[in-house]
């Protein structure tokens, strides 16, 4: 039997020889981005993804961060990385025998129409079924479902990041046909379930019949103008919270600068939060990296990061843990402090590393951390933090680039769980 053939079956019915089977797929030629697309056209399918509603499991869209990450890890904490989510995937819950072979037969026309009238009329197995009729889906489709959504906010964005993550998953993986359905499938199949506009709703009220457009703009606040916004974000209630943002949008401030307020607060956020919360409160993070590649020009949308924002606990600042001097900061330094739970430590050698321009030797060595972790445990947040916030450093200021990994370091050290996973993928690997 064939690399391809056993690993097609390992993903059907995942067993302990399952690193064993991936590490000789991805041992052929092209066999990385082969592997993922067959693990892509094989499960999402399978995934029972109503039992998970009103969430969604994040085995395939964790995917995306690993690949995201590819760059900052050596080949073999990458492998890792992805024999861990790939297993993640596979071992999330099942369709009956049934409600697969329904979901297997299923095909519409490929017409947007109709999907834009499932969406709208949530139904969502008929939005999967039209989205295989498809040719070839590519990044202007899954932009186009992406504004679909792009002001619902159930389950505090998931809509929104699985279009742009599954778009851009699908043009990592070289546009396969199939592979390219299922995603868009899947994104159509989120973008139609149950919707939240709630905040959107509260946000337009204080826009009227207001028609304006948030550009990108340059960052043209300082320091403590940023520190005001984010203080906001952070302590006042939504209203006075929505009020204050909905009149800094009026009188012109930009998506840039909006931004970067926000991800202070943001990790302000991560800061205090408990270890209980440490991965959903990371999440804010994805949302304000899926705005930052889209550039939505709507303010509702905005309003809506701001809100998903404010909604999460800020503490005292007495209370918050403060990073201390270290006389060497280095990757290696900080990728220990975070496997041996050493928080300080671990925001220490982060900040130094960001203070001396080394910011991407910090995510760097944070990746590596986060691929040390069973991704089941925290539901993939490590992963796909540390992706975010990849994709959020060109776009900050030095000072809430430094704050944005000084809590994420926290965050990563703050959220520990086993390891065993992945050194059992290494094993198999040879590593």
Not at 148 to 157: H, K, P, R, S, Y
Request: glycine share 6%; with cysteine; net charge negative.
């Amino acid at each position: 039997m064939s690399a391809e053939s056993r690993w097609l079956q390992e993903l059907e019915a995942p067993s302990s020889a399952f690193f064993k089977v991936f590490a000789a797929r991805v041992a052929e030629p092209e066999g990385v981005r082969d592997a993922v697309r067959e693990a892509v056209k094989t499960l999402v399918p399978r995934i029972d993804w109503e039992a998970y509603l009103p969430h969604v499991p994040h085995g395939i869209l964790g995917l995306r961060a690993v690949l995201r990450m590819r760059g900052l890890l050596g080949e073999a904490s990458f492998r890792r990385a992805l024999a861990i989510q790939v297993h993640m995937a596979a071992h999330e819950g099942r369709r009956e025998p049934a409600a697969l072979a329904q979901v297997l037969a299923a095909k519409g026309s490929g017409s947007w129409r109709n999907l834009e009238s499932f969406v709208a009329s949530h139904r969502p197995a008929l939005a999967y079924a039209e989205a295989q009729g498809f040719e070839l889906p590519v990044a202007a489709d899954f932009q186009r479902l992406g504004q679909l959504t792009e002001l619902d906010m159930a389950n505090v964005g998931h809509k929104a990041i699985l279009a742009d993550h599954l778009g851009e998953l699908q043009e990592r993986l070289e546009l396969p046909k199939a592979t390219g359905r299922r995603l868009m499938g899947l994104a159509a199949w989120v973008a139609a379930t149950v919707e939240d506009t709630f905040w959107a709703r509260r946000a337009a009220k204080r826009l009227a019949d207001l028609k304006l457009v948030v550009i990108w703009g340059e960052l043209t606040l300082n320091a403590e103008a940023l520190e005001t916004q984010a203080r906001e974000v952070c302590d006042l209630g939504l209203v006075a919270l929505l009020d204050n943002l909905t009149a800094r949008l009026k009188a012109g401030q930009g998506a840039a600068d909006t931004l970067a307020a926000l991800v202070l607060a943001a990790s302000e956020k991560q800061l205090d939060a408990r270890r209980d919360l440490e991965g959903k409160t990371a999440w804010t993070f994805a949302y304000l990296a899926t705005l930052a590649r889209t550039r939505p020009t709507d303010p509702r949308v905005w309003c809506q990061a701001a809100a998903l924002v404010n909604l999460f606990p800020t503490d005292e600042e007495e209370g918050r843990l403060r990073p201390a001097a270290v006389a060497e900061p280095t990757a290696e330094g900080l990728t220990d402090a975070v496997l041996d739970l050493e928080l300080v430590l671990a925001m220490s050698h982060a900040l130094g590393l960001v203070r001396a321009g080394q910011g991407e030797a910090a995510l760097a060595a944070l990746a590596e951390a986060a691929t040390r972790n069973d991704p089941t445990f925290n539901h993939a947040h490590q992963l796909l933090a540390v992706a975010a916030a990849a994709d959020l450093l060109p776009h900050l200021p030095a000072a809430v680039a430094e704050a944005m990994v000084t809590a994420l370091a926290k965050s990563l050290a703050n959220s520990q769980g086993s390891g065993d996973l992945g050194r059992a993928a290494d094993r198999a690997l040879g590593h």
